[in-house]
Nanobody, 122 residues
Framework: QVQLVESGGGLVQAGGSLRLSCAAS????????MAWFRQAPGKEREFVAR????????YYADSVKGRFTISRDNAKNTVTLQMSSLKPEDTAVYYC???????????????WGQGTQVTVSS
């Protein structure tokens, strides 16, 4: 079992930055692939970024590549999403997720946080 709690969301102007954090509790955090997803009103949940167990390899959606950075600290059981050059279309609820094996599909992830709202004003 892994419990995930996101923090760091808020309101920011276009072009600004935000840093989201996800704190994990439970055993063997380093044994999980970690990812961030987002869901805008009226849209399906979509993949944003993921990071391997070691933190060495990262993957990004094309829409955020070059603007967002995912990282993790296995000693502190945290995963972070640094977001810069934010756009109004980045507005969504952002979710942290964990899985043993998975890729870009929400259904591949077993554990989810409650989400944190990010709103980017134009």
């Amino acid at each position: 079992q892994v419990q995930l709690v996101e923090s760091g969301g808020g309101l920011v102007q276009a072009g600004g930055s935000l840093r989201l954090s996800c704190a994990a509790s439970g055993r063997s955090f380093s044994g999980y692939l970690m990812a961030w997803f987002r869901q805008a009103p009226g849209k399906e949940r979509e993949f944003v970024a993921r990071i391997t167990r070691s933190g060495i390899t990262t993957y990004y959606a094309d829409s955020v590549k070059g603007r967002f950075t995912i990282s993790r600290d296995n000693a502190k059981n945290t995963v972070t999403l640094q977001m810069s050059s934010l756009k109004p279309e980045d507005t969504a609820v952002y979710y942290c997720a964990a899985t043993i094996f998975g890729g870009r599909e929400p259904g591949e992830y077993t554990y989810w946080g409650q989400g944190t709202q990010v709103t980017v004003s134009s």
